[in-house]
């Protein structure tokens, strides 16, 4: 396999096993589970394989694929991955598999559609973290937008209808914002072009008011995504109606696209616009982590408790964005990794829950902890990773970003990680609270002893995920490491930027 044809070889892989999933009989549901399971199976694989030929230490994009496109408008598919990005292919692909092995008994209408949705989906995910032309990211931004509408859309709650109409509409907006900010920035040179690399040599020489207005235009579309507050409304209702599948990959990793496209797209192309947009994203940040650990406490539906806490999570890897320092940067990184593990991981577990019981109402549940000791534990093991408990996967993400804002030259207050720090504490009252709750009090409801404990299948997708958490817990260099290059190279084109 040639190292330059493994980004489009990912590509064809889950673009082609999502048309071969078409051609199969719509009858045979075990066909089709397997064969999904197996192309998404196989494109982990060579994601492994790109990792393993990946260079650490070069901050630059590599397997780097370039061909013309539209030649009239200099558009190429151009395609190509640094440190950041690579965590968030490896992200993608791992969380993918596992979601569509969490299916195999709670989808059970048009398995074929959701199959292949999901593939597309996984398609469209890959392609934005891959993309280094504008358009090229454009498309990939707009098509994922397809996949997760029919997922929520057909195989959601009893609501669906609405909280996938609403998804669109707000992602939508957003992206027609962008897309007017790309036509912009692509006709601001002498040459019309989208090759993200030119236009990094292009966006910092533009004059602070046009930075302005295409920072504030890019940005938007990513704080939708994202979302920060108070763009959020759309996302509790999204995963309340989303089945298990839908919140997994949408917590998992469709809400890491707002972010990437931060570190992406705003910092670089508009250094000066940062500095002046920097405070002000810090304090949205700041709030959504209060706010949303907050709102968490006094839910009564377990999804829109966890959906919550990712709102205040995802504050956390904001402000590590706009901390601008190479330790903030690096814990933003890091913790978008984390987020899609724990909060992935939580939404398995309240989706296996609800399969048995068919209510997420937290009220009905006490004492299961002797019913389904297994579960239990696992749940409180994961609770306490999205806490950020020491030895496990949140603390390193939350621990940079606290030392990277607190010390921050553009924030230059640390009050912005003072109050964030605030979140650590809210995390472990709503997350444990929830856990006593339904665990450690006496069994309320005589249908819950007829409960059962999780099964083979639902422990092979939760098991992976907790290896990987204690992995960035105890030895987090192993991730680190691919994206510290990328990140130091980063802060200090920023600071060059701005010494000018």
């Known amino acids: 396999m040639e190292n330059n044809f493994i980004l489009s070889l990912l590509l064809i892989l889950s673009v082609g096993g999502s048309l071969l999933i078409l051609l199969l009989p719509r009858e045979n549901g075990s066909l089709l589970r397997v064969t999904g399971l197996v ?59 596992l979601a569509l092995l969490s299916t195999w008994k709670s989808i059970e209408h048009k398995v074929k559609e ?48 609405y909280a996938s109409v609403k998804f669109f509409i707000y992602t939508m907006t957003g992206s027609l914002v962008m897309l007017v900010a790309i036509i912009w920035l692509a006709n601001s040179g002498k040459e019309f072009t989208t090759d993200l690399t030119e236009l990094y040599k292009l966006g910092p020489t533009l004059g602070l008011s046009a930075q302005n207005y295409l920072f504030a ?40 696209m707002g972010t990437y496209g931060m570190v992406r797209f705003n910092l670089p192309l508009f250094p000066d616009a940062t500095k002046v947009f920097a405070p002000y994203l810090a304090i ?34 904001v402000l590590g964005i706009f901390g601008l320092t190479t330790e903030s940067i690096q814990g933003a990184i890091i913790q978008m990794v984390n987020h899609g593990l724990s909060t992935g991981a939580l939404f398995l577990l309240v989706g296996y829950l609800y399969e048995r019981t068919h209510t997420r109402v937290i009220a009905e549940y006490g004492g299961i902890a002797k019913l389904v000791p297994v579960y239990a534990t696992i749940l409180l093991f994961i609770s306490l990773s999205s806490i950020g ?55 309320k409801n005589e249908k819950l002893n007829t409960l059962t404990d999780l099964n083979t299948r639902e422990l092979f997708t939760l098991i992976p995920i907790m290896i990987v958490i204690v992995w960035i817990g105890i030895y987090p260099s192993t991730f680190l490491r691919l994206s510290e290059a990328f990140s130091s190279n980063l802060v200090s084109s920023i600071t060059n930027a701005l010494a000018k």
């Open 389 to 443: 408990l020491p030895g496990l996967n949140g603390f390193i993400g939350e621990f940079l970003i606290l030392v990277g804002s607190f010390s921050s030259p553009v924030l230059n207050n640390p009050l912005y990680a003072i109050i964030a720090a605030l979140g650590v504490i809210l995390a472990a009252v709503y997350l444990l609270w929830w856990y006593q709750r339904m665990c450690l009090e006496t069994v």
């Open 114 to 161: 959701f199959t292949f949705f999901m593939l597309l989906l996984e398609a469209g995910m890959l392609g934005v973290f891959m993309s280094l032309d504008l358009f090229l990211f454009y498309i990939f931004w707009e098509a994922m937008l397809i996949p997760m509408y029919f997922i929520i859309g057909v195989w959601g709650g009893k609501n669906r209808i």
């Open 284 to 317: 949205l940040a700041v709030i959504g982590i209060i706010y949303g650990s907050l709102v968490s406490m006094v839910q009564k539906d377990m999804k829109k408790l966890v959906a919550y806490s990712s709102v205040a999570h995802l504050g956390f890897v």
């Open 217 to 256: 235009a890019f940005v938007l579309s990513f704080a939708i995504k994202v979302p920060v507050f108070p763009l959020h409304t759309w996302l509790p209702d999204a995963h309340v109606e989303a089945p298990t599948a839908g919140s997994v990959i949408l917590a998992g990793v469709l809400l890491k």
């Open 39 to 97: 192309i998404s199976l196989v494109i982990f694989l060579v994601s492994l394989f790109a990792w393993y030929n990946f260079d650490p230490r070069n901050p630059g994009f590599q397997f780097v694929e370039k061909a013309s496109w539209i030649k009239g408008l200099g558009i190429s598919y151009f395609v190509g991955i640094d440190g950041m990005s690579l965590l968030l292919v490896l992200l993608t692909t791992f969380i993918t598999p």
